[in-house]
């Protein structure tokens, strides 16, 4: 018995047969789209206003120009720095969602039940530089000098405020190692970003902070006293400011960042996207911007900068035990 089918159904059942038709065609070449041909996502896991936040906008601005197409600014700040990463997760493999990977990112998931992995789930593209931390007080504090936290704090349990940018942050794990060592406690106050986090300690919300050096313009400016840096050397800045390790702690964090897409980002796209960036790195306008920030250049290519992803993740789980900060992980 014959079957008569619907019209919506031959329908189909035509597309369905000139397609296999055109794929078995000899010789036919179908041309994709050159990457990039629409505006790339750069997502920045802090609030819009801080220092990383307006150098990644000038590095996009100058990226932008090399790629022919414009890199977008997403903010996510907050869950210290680490946001950006299940949106990494989720994303197409395509080249047109990126992220700014921060130091948390590899400390996170042993301190935090998460569901993503920073080395399974990122591509990384390039490393570009790292930060100088510090501790800083308002310029009216009557402390002068880092032992003076210590010591208030040893006089008056459970009342001094310190700010970091968030719970896990490199500013964050550096305290608790600092306090611990001296069997001291303090009032941790966590902020979304840089911006909110100066400004909190410039108007004395809380008696000191600890952050990366988008505060530079404001200790120049005599907002902000700097009391020591977290650096292996002083900075040539503030040539004055004593480093944690001249003050008797063997630690030096610079924290290193990088731009990095999701899993399975092909090599060709990684390519592209590696070098735009890295020629806007080396732009003068981008070298001059960080440099506001005593921030410098600190350049790895992909695989470089995969190698060091792996091998500071694991340095990190070590940390994290060492401090006691760890949860029971697997």
């Known amino acids: 018995m014959k079957t008569t089918l619907p019209p919506a159904a031959l329908r189909r059942r035509a597309l369905l047969f000139a397609s296999a038709a055109l794929a078995a065609a000899p010789g036919r070449v179908f041309a994709q789209a050159p990457f990039p041909s629409k ?4 997502w920045v896991p802090w ?4 220092a990383t936040d307006i150098s990644l906008r000038v590095l996009a601005e100058l990226a932008g120009a090399h790629l022919g197409q414009r890199v977008l600014i997403e903010n996510r700040g907050g869950a210290g720095g680490t946001l950006a990463m299940p949106i990494l997760q989720n994303a197409e493999p ?7 990977i921060p130091q948390p990112v590899l400390r996170v998931p042993y301190t ?20 100088t931390f510090g501790v800083l007080v308002p ?5 002068r000098k880092l032992e ?3 010591a208030f704090a040893r006089a008056r349990p459970g009342q001094l405020s310190i700010a970091t940018n968030g719970v896990g942050t490199t500013p964050h794990v550096v305290l608790e190692e600092l306090f611990s060592r001296r069997g001291l406690k303090y009032i941790h106050v966590p902020y979304k970003g840089t911006s909110e986090l100066t400004l909190a300690v410039e108007t004395a919300q809380v008696m ?3 952050n990366s050096t988008g ?3 404001f200790v120049d400016g005599g907002q902000l006293r700097l009391l020591a840096t977290f650096a292996a050397q002083r900075s040539r800045r503030w040539p004055t400011v004593p480093t944690l390790k001249e003050l008797g702690f063997p630690i030096v964090a610079m924290s290193p960042w990088g731009l990095g897409g999701p899993r399975g980002l092909p090599p060709a796209i990684v390519t592209v996207l590696h070098d735009a960036f890295r020629k806007a790195m080396l732009d003068p306008v981008f070298v001059q911007e960080i440099a506001k920030y005593d921030q410098e250049l600190d350049y790895r290519g992909p695989a470089d900068y995969a190698a060091w992803l792996r091998e500071e993740y694991a340095r990190e789980r070590r940390n994290v035990e060492r401090m006691g900060l760890s949860r029971a992980v697997p």
């Open 112 to 131: 935090q039940k998460v569901l993503w992995d920073p080395v399974r789930d990122v591509t990384p593209i390039i490393q570009i530089s790292g930060v």
């Open 139 to 143: 310029a009216a504090s009557p402390f």
């Open 39 to 42: 505006p790339i996502t750069l």
């Open 148 to 150: 003076d936290l210590f």
């Open 215 to 217: 505060f530079a313009p």
């Open 47 to 50: 609030a819009a206003g801080g």
């Open 94 to 100: 395509d080249g047109y969602t990126i992220a700014q």
């Open 208 to 210: 000191a902070g600890v």
